[in-house]
């Protein structure tokens, strides 16, 4: 396989995973880290001691008041990844190789490649952003990686469709039962090890012609694993070489037309002191509102659905949008500019905590409860954001606004990892 890593368009290469087996994979197996409570990281792992929780959430074995950010955690999650190797429910792969990742149910599928995805790439937009990033949420994230001395959290990437690369996944997904597999939250995740030199040749060849990729969700590990590569790298010269295990980041990436984005709802706490009447009243100079007899899951761009005191209505603009950028013209953009910023004033929803977000995978459910419960006063729902917008957004080096993005199905933690040197 070729090493030249400075060729332009480089943009990850095979990897030797820290791995479960088929007899261990289900004793191992966990949500990401960040999609979950302490609480309910605590119950999931309570009749598994070999959980992945274990080493992405250390504090479910600790005291409850004790920070999660306590150096006393990672130093747990260290421990805990020793463990899994010692006891071999994880292995080390004898060699560099690619991964094709499945993750399906009864009405989808989407297969991906997992590889090491260059941080050289990343620092030079090859590898392209949407979000910005909490300084806390990286260091976090950074400091797990330098004292497990693994990266474990994988990014979730997305590439144009690309037939030279698809069909080969697909190829080996179809030619063989998976090496591995476990069912998470109602979703299978099969892997496939493809140890093939000549087959490992022509994955390396197809992803690195791809171009761009295109971070879905994991800005936070992505940038703390280039912080990671920055650190070693100037502590050594001979550590900034790409075939280093800390200057890749662990990653899988699908075509963006099998990935599913579900909506990501906004529910706000009051009124900015406007009654009922007269926020409709100055909600009606911009949509026009219709009552529904059913909760609203707009089935169009530029409509929205609002729950209110007990009723469900359809709102839809009444004139033409014209955005002047990508993020002009996602949905989540024009709630904010119409109702959440000059009505309920909500500037920044980045930081103001009358405000709230309800993934799409909760349902409608989730908002009335809320606002019946009398925690929100008002609830909305949105078209999910497109993936072709996420990536006209990072082409464009914008950002997206926040919670724009629900991915459904989420990667599962345990099942792939990398060691550092």
């Known amino acids: 396989m070729t090493n030249n890593s400075d060729e332009a368009g480089f943009l990850g290469r095979p990897f030797k995973a820290l791995r479960p087996n088929h007899e261990t994979v289900n004793e191992i197996v966990a949500p990401p880290y960040d999609v979950i409570t302490r609480s309910e990281a605590k119950e999931l792992a309570a009749e598994k001691p070999f959980s992945f929780l274990r080493v992405s959430r250390a504090e479910l074995e600790m005291d409850d008041d004790l920070n999660p950010y306590d150096k006393s955690v990672y130093e747990r999650a260290h421990e805990n990844l020793s463990k899994l190797k010692s006891s071999e429910k994880l292995l080390l792969e004898d060699k560099p190789c690619f991964y094709v990742y499945q993750i399906r149910n009864s009405t989808h599928c989407q297969t991906g490649l997992a590889l090491s995805a260059s941080v050289r790439a990343y620092k030079q937009n090859k590898i392209r952003k949407h979000e910005l990033t909490r300084h806390a949420k990286e260091t976090d994230r950074t400091t797990q990686i330098e004292t497990v001395k693994a990266i474990t959290g994988p990014v979730l990437l997305a590439h144009v469709p690309n037939q030279d690369l698809d069909n080969q996944l697909k190829e080996v997904a179809a030619s063989r039962a998976p090496d591995y597999s476990s069912s998470l939250d109602g979703w299978i995740h099969s892997i496939w090890i493809v140890s093939e030199d000549n087959l490992i040749e022509r994955i390396y060849s197809a992803i690195n012609k791809v171009g761009t990729l295109y971070i879905a969700d994991g800005h936070h590990r992505s940038a703390a694993a280039a912080r990671v590569a920055d650190s070693r790298n100037s502590k050594d010269i001979q550590a900034a070489s790409d075939a280093a295990a800390h200057n890749g980041f662990l990653a899988v990436t699908f075509p963006e037309n099998e990935m599913l984005i579900l909506d990501y709802n906004r529910v706000v706490k009051d009124l900015n002191s406007l009654s009922r009447e007269e926020f409709i009243e100055r909600l009606s100079q911009t949509f026009q509102i219709e009552i529904s007899n ?73 908002i009335s409860h809320l606002v019946d419960s009398g925690a929100m006063k008002v609830g909305f729902t949105l078209f999910p954001t497109k993936m072709t917008e996420l990536m006209a957004v990072a082409d464009a080096g914008l950002i997206m606004p926040p919670k724009s993005t629900w991915f459904d199905p989420k990667l599962a933690d345990g099942l792939l990892s990398i060691e550092l040197d």
């Open 294 to 366: 059913s909760p609203v899951k707009p089935e169009n761009p530029k409509s929205f659905g609002m729950y209110l005191e007990g009723n469900w209505y359809e709102i839809y603009l009444k004139k033409n949008h014209h955005p002047t950028d990508p993020v002009d013209e996602l949905d989540v953009s024009i709630l904010q500019q119409t109702v959440l910023s000059p009505i309920l004033g909500i500037s920044d929803p980045r930081t103001d905590d009358r405000i709230d977000f309800v993934g799409g995978s909760r349902g409608t459910k989730a």
